[in-house]
């Protein structure tokens, strides 16, 4: 590396240029320099830390994300080519230190024994994930036959490699299991253990990997297979002879398949109430419009109701009411206003209407009629219980029906 | 009972959208979320779930290599005359599939123009493509994208990049290869080891 790096540096930078980072490790083979600067997260200084820090390189134009970030997320996700060549690595190494440990009992040889031990368990279960996901992704995804079948075998030999390692692990492990019981290491123990059980998992899974890739193969050959079948048949039916010399009518015929059975999509009819929504209307519009039809246009769409019609309903009701009220209180002359609405026996099909109820119509005509009113101007009391059955007194203005020569009335109760 | 009895998934409309129609549920294909459809019905709690569902509609799931589809039951099969014409058809298809270079399998994608470009610097898939009927487009090119298309809505193919123009061979193909391999060719002894392909 060109400059003295880091951990603190590569982190920010990656992370502060993370949107790049991730878009270079999507498209990881064809972004163009200037396909990259045209992003409006980076600029030319960002992305000339970038490559000052060795985290992207330029080829010819190309930019690629630096080989080993990438392979740190590919392990991290458990993606990309399968690369077992490193458990030997790792088995090498576990030997070395186990020899060295069997020389000299000395403690960073045996700590260096269980991170071995530990990488080589998480090394091949990794790894054989990753076959696994790409083995399906091969099958169903590469396009070119000829290389999705060499990929497959060359699939089936890296299967063999880490058949072999899992064998050598277990070996070294059984050899040294009187050593590791020596060291009275409970850790070791456990590690020793865990790597057991997954070895045998392993083997189980790889297994399963060798007969999908059988599978696989054998598909392809299935088609290679069907693909000269089908050439013959093109042939015979050339010949005009695909109805006597095959059995093509009988197979067709047996064809239970939905599409060729003159299956077509169900159909529904609308139902009629739904053309009376508004939904239906625009519907119907459309189709009015389509052939000219002016019947169906003529109906339009309700406006929105606004959310509280319920509360202006009820205003209205009482408003028709308050109208026949009025007419009727002026046509009386026995008491003023409020007395009339306190004592008015309303029509049952309004229910009772409580003191505040009467009071609000009180104010409410004396408000709208105010110019058939003979407003006094005067304060009359009114006693009464409220709620919680405390004497109360309001005072009220004296309302009277206009009249020739109006009388007033003062009452006290 | 109600629908809820049946503790279907939620995805059932969709599955039956897609089916209903005649369609493929294909495990490689994208559009529309179809590989979580696969998926869905491929659990075998699903499954069963939906297959009692569909029944009681006289409707069938049957399970091919990696593809669904539906089946009607007991319904006599029609239209004899249309469906040898259409499977003539995908024999013409198929065998000029069969016949390029890089031969079209599944999960392949490719271009209509390539294969155009194929069929243009080769005199046998020159002639083989312009003998396919049905199809009223002039030039080679238009004349593949016509099968593409015809392809695709059958759902066989999915066209996965509409800018680029690139197919995706889904699994439902190996229903017509399946098709295919089990018409018996008489007389020629010599050919009956197509028969005993063995495959899984």
Redesign the interface.
């Known amino acids: 590396m060109a400059l003295q790096v880091n951990v603190n540096d590569i982190l920010t930078q990656l992370y502060s240029q993370r949107g790049v980072v991730e878009f270079l490790f999507a498209n990881r083979e064809n972004v163009t320099v200037n396909e990259l600067l045209n992003r409006n997260d980076i600029s030319q200084d960002q992305y000339q830390r970038l490559k000052s820090l060795d985290l992207v390189y330029e080829y010819e134009s190309i930019v690629s994300l630096n080989d080993a970030v990438v392979a740190m997320f590919e392990d991290f996700m458990e993606i990309g080519e399968v690369t077992p060549g490193f458990i030997n690595d790792y088995i090498n190494e576990l030997n070395r230190y186990i020899r060295f440990y069997q020389d000299a009992r000395e403690m960073r040889f045996l700590r260096s024994i269980k991170k071995y031990l530990k990488r080589i368990n998480g090394a091949l279960t990794r790894e054989i994930i990753k076959l696994q996901k790409n083995v399906d992704d091969t099958?169903?995804?590469?396009?070119?036959?000829r290389i999705?079948l060499q990929k497959l075998e060359a699939y089936r030999e890296k299967r063999d490699t880490i058949i072999d390692f899992i064998k050598k692990t277990s070996d070294v492990v059984e050899q040294t299991r009187a050593l590791f019981s020596l060291t009275n290491d409970s850790e070791l123990y456990g590690i020793v253990q865990s790597l057991k059980v997954s070895l045998i998992e392993n083997l189980d899974y790889l297994i399963e990997i060798q007969t999908d890739i059988t599978?696989f193969i054998?598909?392809?050959?299935?088609?290679?297979?069907?693909?000269?079948?089908?050439?013959?048949?093109?042939e015979?039916?050339d010949h005009g002879t695909?109805?006597f010399?095959?059995?093509?009518?009988e197979?067709?015929?047996?064809?239970?398949?939905?599409?060729?059975?003159?299956?077509k999509?169900?159909k529904t009819k609308i139902a009629v109430d739904t053309l009376y929504t508004d939904d239906g209307h625009v519907l119907c519009k459309r189709i009015a419009e389509k052939y000219k039809l002016t019947r169906l246009m003529i109906r339009g769409i309700a406006d929105k109701m606004s959310s509280n019609f319920k509360d202006k309903g009820l205003e209205q009701q009482i408003k028709l009411d308050t109208e026949k009220l009025v007419e009727r209180f002026l046509t009386q002359k026995k008491n003023n206003l409020f007395e009339y609405l306190i004592e008015y026996k309303f029509p049952k099909a309004i229910g009772t209407v409580t003191f505040e109820e009467r009071l609000s119509l009180f104010v409410e005509i004396a408000m709208e009629y105010q110019t058939k009113l003979d407003f006094k101007y005067r304060l009359n009391y009114f006693d009464y219980l409220d709620n919680e059955q405390k004497k109360k007194r309001l005072g009220y203005t004296l309302i009277l029906p206009i009249e020739d020569k109006p009388k007033s009335k003062k009452e006290k109760v | 009972m109600l629908a809820e009895d049946f503790n279907l998934p939620k995805q059932t409309h969709d599955i039956f959208a897609v089916?209903?129609?005649?369609?493929f549920i294909s495990?490689?294909g994208s559009k529309d979320g179809m590989n979580r459809l696969y998926d869905i019905i491929n659990n075998p709690e699903n499954f069963e779930r939906l297959q009692a569902y569909f029944n009681v509609i006289r409707y069938n799931i049957?399970r091919g290599?990696?593809y669904f589809?539906?089946?009607?039951l007991h319904?006599p099969?029609?239209?004899?005359e249309?469906?040898?014409e259409?499977?003539?058809r995908y024999?013409?298809i198929?065998?000029l599939?069969?016949?390029m270079d890089?031969?079209i399998?599944?999960?392949?994608?490719?271009r209509p123009s390539e294969i155009a470009e194929e069929c243009n610097a080769n005199v046998r898939l020159k002639q083989k493509l312009q003998k396919i009927p049905l199809y009223r487009s002039e030039t080679l090119h238009n004349k593949v994208r016509e099968i593409c298309d015809l392809m695709s809505r059958?759902s066989y193919l999915e066209l996965e990049d509409e800018k680029t123009e690139s197919y995706k061979v889904l699994?439902a193909y190996?229903?017509l290869?399946d098709?295919?391999?089990?018409?018996?060719?008489?007389?020629e002894s010599d050919?009956s080891d197509?028969n005993t392909?063995?495959?899984?």
């Open positions: 099958y169903k995804n590469e396009s070119n036959y999705k599978d054998n598909k392809i050959q299935f088609q290679l297979d069907v693909y000269k079948k089908a050439q013959r048949l093109k015979i039916k695909l109805h010399k095959t059995g093509f009518k197979v067709v015929n047996n064809v239970n398949t939905l599409k060729y059975n003159g299956h999509t169900p | 089916m209903a129609r005649g369609n495990s490689n049957e290599n990696n589809y539906f089946s009607k319904e099969n029609s239209e004899l249309k469906k040898l259409r499977f003539e024999i013409d198929i065998d599939f069969a016949s890089n031969k399998t599944i999960g392949s994608r490719f059958d699994d190996t229903y290869l098709v295919i391999n089990s018409i018996a060719i008489y007389e050919n197509a392909i063995n495959y899984n």
